[in-house]
Nanobody
């Protein structure tokens, strides 16, 4: 069964870094664009970044532009989200999901349907 599993979250101080992983099983990740999302307590889930399957183009939302880097290692069936210069407002549970295209990924239903468990990131001193 196709599945995406997020990992790599944890507690980090403001200004620190974390690298999240989104690993696919049951399907070939390189055939899909992958979006990273986050949901803070009491807030709706929001898209933060996406990487295209076709040409590796990346999309970043304004709140993470210049701090986060999305990348993919198709050999490992994994997409990464390198998060630098973390801020307390980055605290959230982070999720990934798959799409055919990054265009409109924030508002379109993901191909994967149900969301996974996510990985929690806490930025605090």
């Amino acid at each position: 069964q196709p599945q995406l599993v997020e990992s790599g979250g944890g507690l980090v101080q403001p200004g620190g870094s974390l690298r999240l992983s989104c690993t696919a099983s049951g399907f070939t990740l390189e055939n899909y664009s992958i979006g990273w999302f986050r949901q803070a307590p009491g807030k709706e889930r929001e898209g933060v970044s996406c990487i295209s399957s076709s040409d590796g183009r990346t999309v970043y939302e304004d709140s993470v532009q210049g701090r986060f880097i999305i990348s993919r290692d198709n050999a490992k069936n994994t997409v990464y989200l390198q998060m630098n210069s973390l801020k307390p407002e980055d605290t959230a549970t982070y999720y990934c999901n798959r799409y055919y295209f990054c265009s409109g990924y924030r508002s379109r239903p993901p191909l994967g349907g149900a969301w996974g468990q996510g990985t929690h990131v806490t930025v605090s001193s």
